[in-house]
């Protein structure tokens, strides 16, 4: 399992690389609610408030990017190989 914290309006880290399979669970650390939203509709955690967890299994390969609804410059990715 790999983590990435959301604090400070950003994902940390920003880019993640991961066998498939491999699951990724993000926390928001942060004062303000976000989400974890694929660009592909893959993933979406729905509204996370402060101190709330979101995971995801990576299954297939391939480069998936993602950002925060609420705050859609908080961009990140996850490549999967």
Known sequence: EVAVSIA???F???????AAGTTVTWTNNDSA?????ADDGAFDSGTLQ???SFS???????TFAYFCNI???MTA?????
Do not use: C, K, Y
């Open 8 to 10: 400070n309006f950003s």
């Open 56 to 62: 995801f299994t990576f299954e297939e390969a391939g």
């Open 33 to 37: 609610p976000h989400t974890v939203t």
């Open 71 to 73: 705050h859609p410059r």
């Open 77 to 81: 990715e996850v490549t999967v190989s």
């Open 12 to 18: 940390d880290p920003i880019s993640l690389d991961v």
């Open 50 to 52: 402060p101190g709330q």
